[in-house]
Structures are given as structure tokens and as C-alpha cells.
């Protein structure tokens, strides 16, 4: 047993100690060394109980010193602060935030930010959570809400541990939209207008008024009971909010809050409904009925804050707290609703969970954690300013996660028999689960074996180590191989492999982030894994076991 070996021992009892209240184990100290070294149990089980035994008899404040000596890095769960924020009127116990998502599509990375922003200020503070469907928006097939995107978004918010406290569709609250307009209507605060949109356009943006602006409440009363009877056709009639019609803003100038939409495909409406409320009035109508305090939203929704705000005067009410936060994007991954539609209608991506897609469902599908992404957005906050994430930047929190946790198999892509010969160990093989973690799994071996073609090419003429077992010579030509010996050298090319034996190997597939598909060959311990959970192929990355069926296992490709 050479220095290095039994310095590493050292140094992971050391830390192991220090991690578990003074007591190292030997089988995690096992598990250490061997995934840095690839040497044998029987090899350094003794040393190992050795130095565990010396380490364990120590107090823990000689342990802390000699591994200080050593250099030895002590892993901890702490992390640097996430803390995020206090914001104004935040309170104990009164604190109630909404997510408002339209259930034309599912939530992704970019717009997530808002809703576990709301979730986690309301959580920390004993608040309550809202979702609430912004669901009043049926103008065509594409933005008109789905049935199945409800039950997605309440999926991914209950995957992302943002479970809502209560849940409302605002399609389900018109006659209470249409009251407070009856309302506005009456005290001269809003009109029915009914001028050619363009002619409109021209008049705000000179920043006068148009006919309809000056007429009475009655005649607006009854312009809206009109357009309710169905008296108008679509684009013929819209209600609007009477603001300041010289605002510096034209986008602020008497801005629209219902207009006319017939033969609607709402999956909640009856076709009886013709009149709806935009975003702006429905939302703000229910900030309020909600006792919502606080709100968060993109940046370009400023506007809208603004919009609203002219509503909440005209009633009398006080305007919640409000953050807006930039847009956080995902690099190399598709977060666009639309664009995600036309790839799907085209063929181009496999569905909303496509693995190029920055969705909810295709980065759980991938393997990334509900905690990473919390931890991305607690990172970036309520800053107002944009952020595009670099891929490598999500995968280093995610793998800080997983890591700790995801078991260790082989697998073999494009696969090819080798013989060797001269070997002496044939039978059960025990390898580690996890350099860190109890436990070995089992594959009997004889002295056939595959592995990977481009591993085979690349090491002509050279020695080899079949990763926990022994070496091998690879020859110039062929794939007869000799046995090489046991001896551990660090700079021996260690290769992952599989037995040949009937069995020990079932059919493996992983969908890669480009879509592709990578095949091969994987040891049947898999089988022993849940469908969902991420674990680690040696040499290749972490993977999410998506799909057993029979002989063989479906994974998709998580990260390096």
C-alpha cells in the first residue's frame, strides 16, 4: 500500500469523524478511498479500521487540529445566506401573495420566479399563498386556457414545494368584475367606448379625448347592458378606465378593461358570457377581494402596477405592495410559450417537456431538483435588472444537491467484447454504491467483459485498470486482452465496464439535452432503483431513471 493510499484513509476518516459527532465509519471511509484510488477492499480494510479505530479514540478538538494540518476541506450544510429581502409592510402573519399564471401553457424557469418569490415571502412570514388563474383571456385557440395546463401548473407548484393555500379561477369571478364596472360605469369613472380603434389611437396619443369620453353615465349604462346582450360585435365596443388622458405615458391614457369576444373556447364559460375582462381590471379587481399584500411581477409589467393603481383611486383602495424583478432566462434552453407550441404543432420538439426546453416538466423530467431551483431564485431575488443563467451555473446547484445522494453504476455506450486472459478472479464482485455512502452492489464476472469501443481504440498497446477489479493489457489488434496485474498506478487509464455474463446486463437508453439518444448497455442493479430517481453512470453524468420496462431502463440525461 503506497503514501497516498494511506494518507487519503486518513484524511476521510478525519472528515468523516468531524461530519458524524467524532465517530467515523469504516465502510463510508471505504467507500472514500476507493473512489479515489481504485483499489481493493481486502486490500485496505485492515489499515482502514486501523485509522478509524486511532481517529475515533480522539477527541473531536484534536481531530479538528490534525485535520486543519492536513488540509482536509470539511464539508458543510450551510450555505452562504439566501436570506432574501425584507420588504415594506411585511409582517408576521400578514403577509398574502398570489401566483398568476394562464393556464395556455405550463410554467417555466423564467416565470417560476414570480411564483416562489410569492410562495416563499407568505411562507416565512405565515402568510397565505394564492393561485389564481388569470384564465379570462379565450381570444384564439392559442391563448385560450387548457384544461390540462391547470393541472400541470398545480403539478409543478406542488413538485416545487409551493403548495397554494387556496386556488380560484378568475373566469369563475366575472359577474363580480362586471358589478364593480356597473359601478365605475355610474359614477362616471369609466365609458363604453365605441370609436374606430385607430381614430382612438390617434386621439390619445395627441392626448385628447375622444366623443364617447364626454357622454353621460346613463348612456354608458346602457351601452354596457348592450354590449352584454350581445348587441355588439367583437372589436365594436370596449370599456375603459378614465385616467389622466395627457399622462406623460400614452400606454396610461383611459386604458382598456373589457371588451367583446364571441364563440370563445373557454373549457370553464358558457357561451352566454361575450364580455371579458382584460388583465389589468380582473387582476387588480381580485388583489383587492383577496387581501392580497404584496405582489410580484416582472419588470415589464410596471406599466400594468401603474394602470392598476388609477383603478385602486377610483375605488377608494389601498394598492398592495409591490416588486417587480427582471426576467431571469435560462441559456441554450427555450422558455417562449408560443415558440414551444409551433415546435410542438411542427415536430421539432417531443412535447412540453421536451429536454432543450427551460419548462418545469422537462428540468424534472432531466433530473434538476425543486431545491436547486429555489436556490436560483433566492440567488437572483426581487432585482429589477435581467439575468440569463448559464447552464453550467444551474448544473453546479443541482449537483451539490444530487451528489450526496445518487448511487454509482456502470454504463456501457457502443459497447464491445473483450476477453482476458490469465485473470484468476471470476465470481461476485463487490463495488461501492457511493464514495461516501454504506453499501456495495454486486455483478458476477468471468473473463469476458464489455466496454466501451472508444476506450478500447484509445488505449492500444497500453495497461489498464478495469475500474475495481484488476488490469488488463489491451493488444495492438483484436480484443484479446491479458490479465496485467493488481497493482494500483495513478496514472493508468481506469475504465468503467460490465460483465458478459447472461443477466448481469439489461438494455439502456438516455435522451440527451439535444434530444439524441445515447444506447448501450447497464448494469441490472438499475432495476433495483424507483422510477424518478437520479443516480450517477461512472464516467458519463448524472441521470434520471425515467422508465423500466422488462430488460430494459429509459434515463434522461441530468448533467455532467
Same mark, same amino acid.
Given at each position: 500500500? +503506497? ?80 436570506? *432574501?429581502?425584507? #420588504? ?65 401548473? /398545480? ?18 369571478? *366575472? ?9 365605475? *360605469? ?6 363604453? %367606448?365605441? %370609436? ?15 366623443? %364617447? ?51 370563445? +373556447?373557454?373549457? &370553464? ?41 388609477? #383603478? ?11 416588486? &417587480? ?50 436556490? *436560483? ?8 435588472? +435581467? ?10 446547484? +443541482? ?7 445518487? #448511487? ?43 466496454? /466501451?469501443?472508444?476506450? #478500447? ?22 480484443? /484479446? %486482452? ?79
Amino acid at each position: 500500500m +503506497n503514501e497516498e493510499v494511506k494518507e487519503s484513509i486518513r484524511k476521510y476518516a478525519l472528515r468523516n469523524a468531524l461530519q458524524h459527532d467524532g465517530q467515523a465509519n469504516v465502510n463510508a471511509v471505504l467507500g472514500g478511498v476507493m473512489s479515489d484510488h481504485d483499489v481493493e477492499p481486502k486490500d485496505i480494510i485492515e489499515k482502514i479500521q486501523e485509522v478509524v479505530g486511532e481517529v475515533n479514540d480522539l477527541p473531536m478538538e484534536e481531530q479538528e487540529e490534525r485535520a486543519e494540518e492536513m488540509g482536509v476541506v470539511l464539508e458543510t450544510k450551510k450555505e452562504e445566506s439566501e436570506e *432574501l429581502p425584507e #420588504l415594506p409592510g411585511e409582517e408576521e402573519g400578514n403577509v398574502i401573495t398570489r401566483a398568476a399564471p394562464n393556464p395556455n401553457g405550463p410554467f417555466h424557469l423564467g416565470n417560476s420566479r414570480a411564483y416562489i418569490l410569492s410562495y416563499i415571502y407568505a411562507n416565512r412570514n405565515n402568510g397565505r399563498f394564492i393561485l389564481r388563474y388569470d384564465d379570462t383571456n379565450p381570444s384564439s385557440p392559442e391563448k385560450s386556457p387548457k384544461e390540462k395546463f391547470y393541472r400541470w401548473i /398545480e403539478e409543478d407548484l406542488e413538485w416545487l414545494g409551493c403548495k397554494p393555500d387556496l386556488i380560484i379561477k378568475a373566469s369563475d369571478r *366575472l359577474d363580480i368584475y362586471y358589478e364593480f364596472a356597473y359601478e365605475l *360605469l355610474e359614477e362616471e369613472k369609466a365609458y363604453v %367606448c365605441t %370609436c374606430d380603434p385607430q381614430k382612438w389611437k390617434g386621439l390619445r396619443d395627441e392626448g385628447k379625448p375622444c366623443p %364617447c369620453r364626454t357622454k353621460g353615465s346613463e348612456e354608458h349604462v346602457d351601452r354596457w347592458h348592450k354590449m352584454q346582450d350581445g348587441g355588439y360585435d367583437e372589436g365594436d365596443a370596449v370599456v375603459r378606465i378614465k385616467t389622466d388622458i395627457e399622462h406623460k405615458d400614452p400606454a396610461q391614457r383611459d386604458w382598456p378593461a373589457f371588451r367583446i369576444l364571441k364563440d370563445h +373556447n373557454h373549457p &370553464h364559460v358558457s357561451q352566454d358570457y361575450v364580455v371579458w375582462p382584460l388583465y389589468n381590471f380582473a387582476s387588480a379587481i381580485d388583489d383587492h377581494e383577496l387581501n392580497v399584500t404584496h405582489i410580484f411581477r416582472a419588470e415589464e409589467h410596471s406599466t400594468n402596477t401603474e394602470n392598476q393603481k388609477h #383603478l385602486y383611486e377610483h375605488l377608494g383602495w389601498e394598492y398592495p405592495n409591490t416588486a &417587480h424583478h427582471g426576467f431571469l432566462s435560462l441559456k441554450g434552453a427555450v422558455l417562449s410559450t408560443s415558440t414551444i407550441r409551433n415546435g410542438i404543432e411542427s415536430g421539432k420538439y417531443m412535447g412540453w417537456d421536451d429536454p432543450r426546453l427551460g419548462t418545469i416538466r422537462a428540468l424534472r423530467r432531466r433530473g434538476f431538483q425543486p431545491e436547486a431551483i429555489h436556490k *436560483l431564485i433566492k440567488k437572483y431575488g426581487v432585482k429589477s435588472s +435581467n439575468a440569463e443563467v448559464s447552464m453550467e451555473e444551474f448544473t453546479s446547484i +443541482n449537483r451539490k444537491i444530487v451528489d450526496p445522494e445518487a #448511487l454509482r453504476y456502470f454504463f456501457v455506450k457502443d459497447p464491445v467484447k473483450i476477453n482476458v486472459e490469465g485473470a484468476d478472479k471470476e465470481g461476485k464482485v463487490d463495488l461501492p454504491v457511493h464514495p461516501e455512502k454504506e453499501g456495495t452492489r454486486e455483478l458476477e464476472v468471468s473473463d469476458a467483459f464489455f466496454v /466501451e469501443r472508444e476506450d #478500447l481504440e484509445s488505449n492500444r498497446g497500453e495497461t489498464i485498470r478495469l475500474k475495481g477489479l484488476y488490469n488488463i493489457e489491451v493488444p495492438e489488434e483484436g480484443k /484479446e %486482452c491479458e490479465y496485467a496485474g493488481d497493482e494500483i498506478i495513478q496514472e493508468m487509464a481506469k475504465i468503467h465496464w460490465l460483465p458478459e455474463g447472461e443477466g448481469e446486463t439489461v438494455e439502456g437508453e438516455v435522451v440527451m439535452p439535444s434530444s439524441e439518444t445515447e444506447k448501450g448497455m447497464v448494469e441490472k442493479n438499475v432495476l433495483d432503483e424507483e422510477e424518478g430517481n437520479v443516480l450517477q453512470f461512472e464516467r458519463f453524468g448524472f441521470v434520471r431513471l425515467d422508465e423500466k420496462e422488462g430488460e430494459k431502463a429509459k434515463f434522461w440525461f441530468t448533467h455532467k
